[in-house]
């Protein structure tokens, strides 16, 4: 059999760290494949001015699939002051290689689970009747359309005539924000089209059918964001109506849905949000399960390009310890996610059965999971070190 290539990532700090310890636990687990080194973030954007550099997209062109570590964003004001001196002045604008690469490869498509693991001391509980205490089962699925909204990069500071003009047209910006000097001004734009938002509630749609959901959640803003929250939810309940008629649609605006997270976050199992409502939902629920070391995620395309990823930062702090303490899981569980894309089934279950395993029996944990500051002498406080914990992992399989 021919093996797979997948395009390696790591991108900056932690990233490294937690992809290869996610590739010793998919070798463990019987996948095979080859591993091609994609260079992505901020070191390539300091000596080279381009933090996603043409020779990465055209190995993701061609290998369709990506296993990505973590990046560093800064502000505008470090970006040109970390650019090489011969790069300066020369017209280079950073801009995030990872939205850059959503938006090239059309990975519209964003699934971000977050599910309890039984046994893991960061799970979130509640005080339930009579003085009990609750643990709720949380199993949710975010959809989160990963192109458009607030994350398009459509947005100006000091705007040119042409822009301003344009803007001047709309009585809104006229009677509120005319009195603004140009040069003072900066604007970013929140768009949503109809192809793209009704390809992620399909989506979500399609999930909950699979699931035998009963309905699925839209957390927008519709009575304030009217024209991009509202198309929104009319197309999921126009979608219900003609495609979907045994699935209902609710929706809870997205203020009011982070409240509800910590009262019932057992009774939402699929929810699909804009670009920016559903990076923020998402992070909402990971606090729940343990916070951004359990949570993964997967970006589809319409032209076959599958990237997976852990939801957290880079953590630059962390990639200079001696001895590396960060969790890896999330970033093993997005290779889970990988695994379910290539129709890798048997060895997918078998890595989570692992990851549950070890979580549940708490011999092994790490300095999240013992709720200890991350600093360096936690080893010495017993937790497990990153390559520690992927141990026991393996161990399981």
Same mark, same amino acid.
């Given at each position: 059999?021919? !093996?797979?290539?997948?395009?390696?990532?790591?991108?900056?700090?932690?990233?490294?760290?937690?992809? =290869?310890?996610?590739?010793?636990?998919?070798?463990?687990?019987?996948?095979?494949?080859?591993?091609?080194?994609?260079?992505?973030?901020?070191? #390539?954007?300091?000596?080279?001015?381009?933090?996603?550099?043409?020779?990465?997209?055209?190995?993701?062109?061609?290998?369709?699939?990506?296993?990505?570590?973590?990046?560093?964003?800064?502000?505008?004001?470090?970006?040109?002051?970390?650019?090489?001196? @011969?790069?300066?002045?020369?017209?280079?604008?950073?801009?995030?290689?990872?939205?850059?690469?959503?938006?090239?490869?059309?990975?519209?498509?964003?699934?971000?689970?977050?599910?309890?693991?039984?046994?893991?001391?960061?799970? #979130?509980?509640?005080?339930?009747?009579?003085?009990?205490?609750?643990?709720?089962?949380?199993?949710?699925?975010?959809?989160?359309?990963?192109?458009?909204?607030?994350?398009?990069?459509?947005?100006?500071?000091?705007?040119?005539?042409?822009?301003? =003009?344009?803007?001047?047209?709309?009585?809104?910006?006229?009677?509120?924000?005319?009195?603004?000097?140009? /040069?003072?001004?900066?604007?970013?734009?929140?768009?949503?089209?109809? !192809?793209?938002?009704?390809?992620?509630?399909?989506?979500?749609?399609?999930?909950?059918?699979?699931?035998?959901?009963?309905?699925?959640?839209?957390?927008?803003?519709?009575?304030?964001?009217? @024209?991009?929250?509202?198309?929104?939810?009319?197309? $999921?309940?126009?979608?219900?109506?003609?495609?979907?008629?045994?699935?209902?649609?609710?929706?809870?605006?997205?203020?009011?849905?982070?409240?509800?997270?910590?009262?019932?976050?057992?009774?939402?199992?699929?929810?699909? /949000?804009?670009?920016?409502?559903?990076?923020?939902?998402? =992070?909402?629920?990971?606090?729940?399960?343990?916070?951004?070391? #359990?949570?993964?995620?997967?970006? #589809?395309?319409?032209?076959?390009?599958?990237?997976?990823?852990?939801?957290?930062?880079?953590?630059?702090?962390?990639?200079?310890?001696?001895?590396?303490?960060?969790?890896?899981?999330?970033?093993?569980?997005?290779?889970?996610?990988?695994? =379910?894309?290539?129709?890798?089934?048997? !060895?997918?279950?078998?890595?989570?059965?692992?990851?549950?395993?070890?979580?549940?029996?708490? !011999?092994?944990?790490?300095?999240?999971?013992?709720?200890?500051?991350?600093?360096?002498?936690?080893?010495?406080?017993?937790?497990?070190?990153?390559?520690?914990?992927?141990? $026991?992992?393996?161990?399981?399989?």
């Amino acid at each position: 059999m021919i !093996k797979r290539t997948i395009v390696a990532m790591p991108g900056d700090g932690i990233g490294k760290v937690v992809l =290869d310890e996610a590739i010793r636990v998919l070798d463990a687990a019987g996948f095979e494949a080859n591993y091609v080194q994609g260079d992505i973030g901020w070191e #390539f954007w300091c000596k080279e001015g381009n933090p996603l550099p043409d020779r990465t997209i055209k190995l993701l062109e061609e290998h369709k699939i990506g296993l990505f570590g973590a990046i560093t964003s800064k502000p505008k004001d470090k970006t040109l002051a970390e650019l090489a001196p @011969e790069l300066r002045g020369k017209g280079y604008v950073y801009y995030s290689p990872i939205v850059a690469m959503r938006q090239h490869f059309k990975l519209d498509i964003c699934l971000r689970p977050c599910k309890t693991f039984k046994g893991n001391p960061l799970n #979130f509980i509640r005080r339930g009747p009579n003085n009990t205490i609750e643990e709720p089962l949380v199993d949710t699925m975010i959809f989160r359309q990963n192109t458009e909204g607030l994350y398009g990069g459509v947005e100006w500071t000091n705007p040119s005539a042409q822009v301003y =003009d344009a803007l001047m047209t709309h009585p809104k910006f006229r009677d509120n924000f005319g009195w603004c000097p140009k /040069a003072e001004l900066a604007v970013s734009t929140r768009i949503f089209t109809a !192809k793209y938002t009704a390809r992620i509630v399909k989506a979500a749609f399609e999930y909950a059918k699979e699931k035998g959901y009963k309905g699925i959640t839209v957390c927008e803003k519709p009575n304030v964001i009217r @024209e991009t929250s509202g198309m929104m939810l009319k197309i $999921a309940q126009e979608m219900s109506k003609n495609e979907y008629p045994g699935i209902e649609v609710w929706d809870t605006n997205i203020d009011a849905q982070m409240m509800w997270l910590t009262k019932n976050p057992e009774d939402y199992n699929v929810i699909v /949000a804009g670009n920016m409502f559903g990076d923020i939902i998402s =992070d909402g629920f990971a606090g729940l399960i343990g916070g951004l070391g #359990f949570a993964c995620s997967a970006q #589809f395309g319409e032209n076959g390009v599958a990237v997976f990823e852990p939801t957290h930062g880079s953590a630059p702090k962390y990639a200079g310890y001696e001895t590396s303490i960060v969790n890896p899981i999330a970033m093993i569980m997005s290779a889970c996610m990988m695994l =379910d894309h290539l129709k890798e089934d048997e !060895k997918a279950a078998r890595i989570r059965k692992a990851v549950t395993m070890v979580i549940a029996e708490g !011999k092994v944990r790490t300095y999240d999971m013992m709720k200890l500051t991350g600093r360096p002498d936690v080893i010495q406080k017993g937790a497990a070190s990153t390559r520690e914990i992927t141990d $026991a992992i393996i161990n399981a399989l």
